[in-house]
């Protein structure tokens, strides 16, 4: 086992730390850092002309005066200092966004791919998607400081494996690695429900001390955490997973509250209910079957959010996927004061995965280059 180098962690973790004080501050001064730091001066010098010279940041006038009719120079995050891709893979579609160093969205794609893709299929495709993405504003691929790609299932953010993902019938497959050679930039990987709560933390303004929730009723159940600006993993990458816990008689939650399993449930009575408007539809019409069905999707899901409240107590808990969009006007009365629907799940992922690719490259960049 190596010893940790303290200087250079102490420097990297001034690097990322200045960087941050710049991104929700600006603009703000070399002073007002060194005041907030407790930094010399000189090291702030340092650091930000580190900052400078890699094109993250960069300097405006500000309209506070130091005295004598001298204004304070300024701090900005440079917008094209850096530029990310992010991407999400559903069973059938990648969705992918470009986002540039403030976090703005400046293009969005999408591209069909057959259902049990291999992972040379999905190199290839998000080869092609971020190629058109940077085509499409005329950003030289030397700009690309990283691609995030948010997968359904159990994956390991440190490593860039995906451990178990069972809408993709992966096992134990390294995604990051590959895809980062291809494209020569740095590559992360993150559970599809915790890019989406990430995008979804930075679309609503929520800062650090705002604990947020992500519960995703779909064609999965899963759930995602932050807590103090930090996702929240579990030991083995699987928190969040809460399809099979058991609730009665031998089923589970996904069997009260998943799109298929409502589904099938309805056939059994109706063959000809194929999808989940069906199921509206014969709700609305009051069929004693579907109003049964329904009530218990509301029950169930009255259940899973009173465990969220009491064990989480979020700031703020977002709802989303298909059963929660479809039923919304149903399951609102039940749900709590802080809680929201979101909808677009998918370009959510995406610009959620391309967040945690920011972060990601920055650090890498950080250690290894300022």
């Not at 497959?173 to 429900?193: F, G, H, R, T």
């Not at 609102?332 to 799940?345: G, Q, V």
Request: glycine share 8%; proline share 3%; net charge neutral.
């Amino acid at each position: 086992m190596q010893p940790i180098n303290t200087l250079e962690h102490i420097r990297t973790y001034n690097k990322r730390y200045v960087y941050e004080l710049i991104q929700s501050n600006q603009p703000i001064s070399r002073t007002s850092i060194a005041q907030m730091t407790d930094m010399s001066p000189a090291s702030v010098t340092r650091v930000v002309a580190r900052l400078i010279e890699k094109g993250l940041v960069e300097e405006s006038v500000a309209t506070a005066s130091l005295g004598r009719g001298r204004k304070a120079v300024g701090l900005n995050i440079s917008k094209t200092g850096a530029y990310l891709v992010g991407v999400y893979c559903s069973r059938t579609t990648v969705y992918a966004c470009l986002i540039d160093a403030t976090d703005t969205v400046l293009a969005e794609v999408k591209k069909e791919i057959k259902p049990g893709y291999t992972l040379n299929d999905l190199a290839y495709t998000i080869m092609v998607l971020t190629l058109e993405l940077l085509r499409q504003k005329q950003i030289p691929k030397e700009k690309l400081r990283g691609v995030g790609i948010g997968i359904p299932g159990i994956v390991s953010f440190k490593d860039g494996i995906v451990h178990r993902s069972d809408v993709l019938g992966w096992v134990d497959v390294q995604v990051a690695k590959p895809i980062a050679d291809m494209l020569n930039c740095e590559v992360s990987i993150e559970n599809d429900v915790n890019a989406c709560l990430m995008g979804e933390r930075v679309k609503r303004g929520l800062g650090d001390d705002q604990d947020a929730v992500y519960l995703m009723v779909d064609k999965g159940l899963g759930m995602a955490m932050c807590a103090n600006g930090q996702l929240v993993r579990g030991q083995d990458n699987s928190a969040g997973e809460l399809d099979r816990i058991p609730v009665e008689a031998g089923t589970a939650l996904q069997d009260h509250l998943l799109e298929k399993y409502l589904i099938a449930r309805a056939k059994k009575v109706d063959l000809n209910i194929s999808s989940l408007q069906d199921l509206k539809e014969a709700y609305a019409l009051r069929l004693y079957w579907a109003v049964w069905l329904i009530d218990g999707l509301r029950s169930h899901l009255r259940t899973v959010l009173g465990m969220i409240q009491g064990l989480c107590a979020p700031y703020a808990l977002i709802l989303g996927g298909s059963v929660i969009e479809c039923f919304q006007e149903m399951l609102l009365p039940d749900m709590p004061a802080n809680a929201m629907i979101s909808s677009d799940f998918q370009n959510n992922a995406a610009y959620g995965a391309a967040i945690c690719a920011q972060k990601h490259s920055l650090q890498a960049l950080f250690e290894n280059e300022l």
